[in-house]
């Protein structure tokens, strides 16, 4: 009974008529003490973090009076359990926590973990035990990740790279002390510069410039005088020099072979560290989107950034290594450094889909991703790409095409009919109740109504209560164009949400919202539902069908032909025969 009673509370809640600041204090400490037990109902607990989760993110006031009543301990307590329904609760409520955790609090060492306030949430300390908890208990786990999870464990990770957002956006000071001491102790590693202290009397404080100089252009830096200036642009700002330190203390000798084997080289041919760590270091940023809220549609968490504490530093630390191999494998100079740095990106952005395990994984994969792999890969591309772009082929592509479109509409038709679920408006993720729409078979009316869970297969017409005939419909609006759009000013700012919204706009003047739960639905319906209304089917997902399906259809069309060289014109009609004798009259 008191879980259908919470659940009703949160579902009148997320209407948005009352505010979260009226809930009262005895309410929220009751809500927390559900959690904080050691055995209760798993229904009441999962509404209860779903409870506390909504008003962490809905009412800053409500963020402290929780803070004050559940420690990091407790919840942490659930991570560790088996149902992963109520793992996936709890780390959604610890992304809420995270999200509005204070700045200042987030270097601090606690005592006990375990006792901790979840205001200090994003502290690095509790990241690192959360980290370790997260891993074996839900990643290693032996259940496989379902998507809600993984969408979690996303992010989870985003909200992790971005605390690295503040180095990456602070530029170096060249005159902080601190922060000029920092290249120094890259100079010594790197040189172990034993007459540092007997510069000036050797040959006073212009000798020692020159020197330092010297040091300063074999390490790569761009400004020899001032390396310090090299850290002005932002991004990637001080997190590169970060960076740069984290190489030489944690794999000194990686970072003493890569300068020196550099500054061995001919001066056209070495690679410069300083310039490409500053330049990896952005890159990984913009790979990684650190600074950027989590996309709600997208679940693609990576289990090895999950493996270790520092882990971007150590996906550093990889990559520079491979950029530093690429250089020697494309026998490069100072001119190819963008050539160089577009290789990388494309070896790493080509490992990444694989999903590695473990950061040793990784660097298995980027290994067998060389130089000459990733010019094999171009190369096979761009060969299929220009065999089809001869006449004949374009032409017999063109022909083609109108059967291929006409098998997208039937599929984008068949997908209809078997039906899709959908969010309520105005539910978070965690609480959310759906309803299921329809096409009819004969393709005249849509079939929709309200569910009482989400459905894992089809939903037969009859529990399907409402419907609207097709030849009412007058139009697909998406977007900032849909009503409940601009009526949701929440759902107006958020922009995953805004393009996986559509509505059917119906006679007289009525309106059926949606928001899709993901991109391919998305796609799906807005094909469908124009293919009904007898439009062009523009979406993303047409495109790349069509691509696709063109693709095999001309590869098996041409499969005779093979190793045989397509002449871009037809050949020449011959001449008209001097006479016409040869032929045969029957009779």
Not at 41 to 55: C, G, K, N, Y
Not at 166 to 187: C, G, S, V, W
Request: glycine share 4%.
């Amino acid at each position: 009974m008191l879980a259908f009673t919470l659940t009703a509370f949160l579902e009148l809640m997320d209407h948005g008529i009352v505010s979260w600041d009226m809930v009262s204090l005895t309410f929220i400490k009751q809500i927390c003490g559900y959690v904080s037990q050691q055995s209760v109902d798993v229904s009441i607990l999962q509404r209860s973090l779903a409870i506390l989760e909504s008003m962490v993110l809905n009412s800053q006031a409500l963020y402290h009076k929780i803070a004050e009543e559940i420690t990091v301990g407790q919840l942490i307590c659930h991570l560790q359990v088996c149902n992963q329904e109520i793992q996936t609760y709890a780390i959604a409520l610890i992304n809420a926590l995270f999200l509005k955790a204070p700045e200042e609090k987030r270097q601090e060492k606690p005592q006990n973990l375990m006792d901790v306030p979840v205001s200090e949430m994003a502290n690095i300390f509790v990241q690192k035990h959360l980290r370790s908890i997260i891993l074996n208990h839900i990643i290693r786990g032996n259940r496989p990740i379902k998507t809600e999870m993984a969408h979690q464990l996303y992010v989870l990770q985003v909200l992790t790279f971005n605390l690295l957002e503040e180095r990456m956006m602070t530029k170096m000071d060249p005159n902080d002390q601190a922060q000029r001491d920092i290249i120094f102790e890259l100079r010594r590693i790197a040189f172990d510069a034993e007459s540092d202290g007997s510069g000036v009397s050797a040959g006073g404080t212009e000798k020692r410039k020159a020197m330092y100089s010297k040091d300063y252009k074999m390490l790569g830096f761009t400004n020899h005088v001032n390396p310090a200036m090299d850290f002005i642009q932002t991004p990637p700002g001080m997190l590169a020099l970060d960076n740069m330190l984290y190489l030489a203390k944690f794999h000194q000798d990686t970072y003493v072979r890569i300068v020196l084997e550099n500054s061995s080289r001919e001066d056209k041919h070495e690679c410069p560290f300083g310039r490409s760590a500053i330049e990896l270091t952005k890159m990984l940023c913009e790979i990684l989107q650190v600074g950027e809220l989590p996309n709600e549609g997208r679940n693609d968490y990576h289990p090895m950034f999950f493996t270790h504490e520092r882990a971007f530093e150590e996906f550093f630390c990889i990559c520079i290594q491979l950029l530093n191999k690429t250089w020697k494998e494309m026998r490069a100079t100072a001119e190819d450094f963008n050539k160089v740095m577009q290789v990388v990106r494309e070896q790493i952005t080509r490992a990444l889909p694989s999903k590695p395990n473990s950061l040793e994984q990784l660097k298995n994969k980027l290994r067998s991703l060389s130089y000459t792999e990733i010019l094999r890969l171009r190369q096979s591309e761009r060969l299929s790409q220009d065999d089809f772009q001869s006449p004949p082929i374009v032409e017999l592509r063109e022909k083609i095409q109108p059967e291929i479109l006409e098998l997208i509409k039937q599929q984008r038709l068949n997908r209809l009919c078997e039906g899709s679920s959908f969010r309520k408006i105005g539910n978070r993720r965690r609480q959310e109740r759906f309803w299921f729409c329809r096409l009819a078979l004969n393709h005249k009316v849509l079939h929709y109504g309200d569910l009482e869970e989400n459905a894992q297969g089809e939903v037969p017409y009859e529990s399907l209560q409402e419907k609207i005939p097709v030849a009412d419909i007058k139009a697909v609006l998406t977007g900032k164009d849909c009503p409940h759009m601009k009526e949701k000013s929440a759902l107006k700012q958020n922009k995953e949400v805004l393009e996986l919204a559509f509505s059917i706009l119906y006679d007289p003047d009525e309106t059926l919202n949606f928001i899709a739960p993901n991109k391919y639905e998305y796609c799906i319906w807005i094909d469908g539902v124009n293919a009904l209304l007898g439009r062009e089917m523009s979406s993303e997902l047409t495109r790349s069908d069509m691509d696709t399906l063109l693709s095999m259809e001309m590869k098996l069309r041409l499969l005779d032909l093979e190793n045989i060289q397509i002449p871009e014109v037809p050949p020449p009609i011959p001449k008209e025969p001097s006479s016409y004798d040869f032929v045969y009259h029957y009779g």
